[in-house]
């Protein structure tokens, strides 16, 4: 652990709502990513429950979220800013865990819950494909922490792992993009975590004099023009892929192109397509059950639970408590355990390329559906980022009376180019029916706090 978090503990339990956490749930929706990570750990130590709430959150809106959750109270603002729930003192049924919601790209967020233990098997996991990937605890390298620790990307990859590995992370000022990039030259050797919008930012403002060192990107697929713009002031340029309800899926030591989000991690087995031709929806399982490790976060962890709870699959239907169960087979004489049979749909399109890594194409419910041929729109995207004057793009898909669904685009674009141009270079570039039937120019994309873009939102507002 390193000793600038600790330091913090002290003052922490001298605080009346903080003194005995053991066995509780605390909303944290705190200014300083120090101390969000500091008091995230904390509670761990302590055998309590933590739920990570974005830093920019009102009041309001954070305190009705930590009531809707179950929580004694909502931490905000600073840690010694304490807004108690009716049942303050109420301890929670289940092992000590970390709660945060969905991103909500595919609707509705959902609360999502795992386990401190869960994500200690995955902590030891990711670091040996960091240490496989040449970015171990020998490496040299400083883990720099560009994404908020709000987010599990931030706080147990950036944070978490690098502790683990016996590293010191760095967390950059948020909301800083001068700042960070301070940072980034502080420290030459570094592996940066961010997203892809924040890493468009920072290029954009570094100039061609900065050169960076490993980008490590999540959250949401690189355009190909940041990808090239990156490879070109980036040594090495990594990518993982994972979702809130299992963490770190897998992780790419150097990507061969926007899709590539690598192997998955040694406790996974992943099932994908078998070509780009033929992606089919990537499904997860565990190669082996989850890990008993009551008690390992000191007092009050309880027995273990399964790692999720009140959760839902991706298209919103309703999952028993724990991880969704396809079970897909019972194994020799059906004697393999309900945790050995677990397999989690992802909602994502994936192909297993033939260097054996996974390769990301497209969320299901995000696949176009033009009179019975498909249509990916990261295909359409690309297309229409080789337009000249288009700087931005996002496809989805809305309806249409006669086809069922027709191809629709927003652009971003420089004022030079307009629909109809757009439209006439798309079909030298695409098949007829993937070029986009309705076009809007915007001033800027509509992108979430998590920086991704929820296509399902868009074609619900043109409903």
């Known amino acids: 652990m390193s000793s600038r978090f600790e330091s913090r503990w002290a003052g922490f339990r001298r605080l009346p709502h903080l003194a005995r956490p053991a066995g509780r749930l605390y909303a944290l929706c705190l200014e300083s990513r120090e101390e969000t990570a500091a008091l995230a750990l904390y509670l761990r130590e302590e055998g309590a429950s933590a739920l990570l709430l974005s830093e920019d959150m009102p009041l309001d809106a954070a305190f009705e ?101 016996g590293g010191e992370p760095v967390l950059a000022p948020a909301r800083n993009p001068k700042a960070m990039l301070a940072a980034l030259r502080e420290h030459p050797r570094h592996l940066a975590y961010g997203v892809p919008l924040l890493f468009h930012l920072l290029s954009s403002l570094a100039g061609k004099g900065m050169r960076f060192h490993r980008l490590l990107s999540s959250g949401a697929p690189m355009t190909e023009p940041l990808f090239e713009r990156l490879q070109a002031s980036a040594d090495t340029l990594m990518q993982q892929y994972g979702c809130t309800e299992l963490g770190c899926v897998s992780l790419s030591a150097r990507m061969a192109g926007v899709q590539d989000i690598g192997a998955e991690l040694g406790r996974f087995e992943a099932r994908a397509g078998s070509g780009p031709d033929e992606p089919a929806e990537l499904a997860l399982r565990r190669r082996q059950p989850l890990a008993a490790a009551a008690g390992e976060y000191g007092r009050g962890a309880g027995a273990p639970l399964p790692t999720l709870t009140a959760a839902e699959e991706e298209r919103g239907e309703r999952r028993p408590d724990g991880i969704v169960l396809s079970d897909p087979g019972a194994g020799a004489g059906g004697r393999e355990s309900a945790a050995e049979r677990t397999e989690f749909r992802t909602g994502d399109l994936a192909y297993r390329a033939a260097d054996g890594g996974l390769r990301l194409v497209a969320r299901v419910d995000d696949v176009i559906n033009i009179g019975g041929r498909k249509v990916y729109p990261a295909a359409v995207e690309r297309a229409l980022l080789q337009v000249e004057g288009v700087r931005e793009a996002v496809v989805y898909g809305s309806r249409h009376p006669v086809m069922g669904e027709r191809v629709s685009a927003r652009i971003v674009a420089d004022g030079s180019v307009g629909e109809e141009a757009i439209r006439e270079a798309c079909r030298k570039l695409l098949p007829a029916y993937q070029v986009p039937a309705a076009i809007a120019l915007v001033s800027a994309l509509p992108v979430l706090p998590s920086g991704k873009i929820s296509r399902a939102r868009l074609r619900r507002e043109e409903e």
């Open 65 to 165: 979220t930590s009531l809707e959750s179950g929580c004694c109270g909502l931490v905000y603002g600073r840690a010694d800013q304490f807004l108690a729930g009716p049942q303050p003192q109420a301890r929670t049924p289940w092992e000590p865990s970390l709660l945060q919601h969905s991103s909500g790209t595919t609707g509705r967020s959902k609360l999502l819950r795992r386990t401190w233990a869960d994500i200690a098997e995955e902590t030891a996991d990711y670091n040996r494909a960091l240490e496989q990937a040449g970015a171990g605890a020998d490496s040299g390298l400083t883990t720099v922490v560009l994404a908020p620790v709000s987010h599990s990307f931030g706080l147990l990859c950036g944070v978490v792992a690098t502790l683990a590995r």
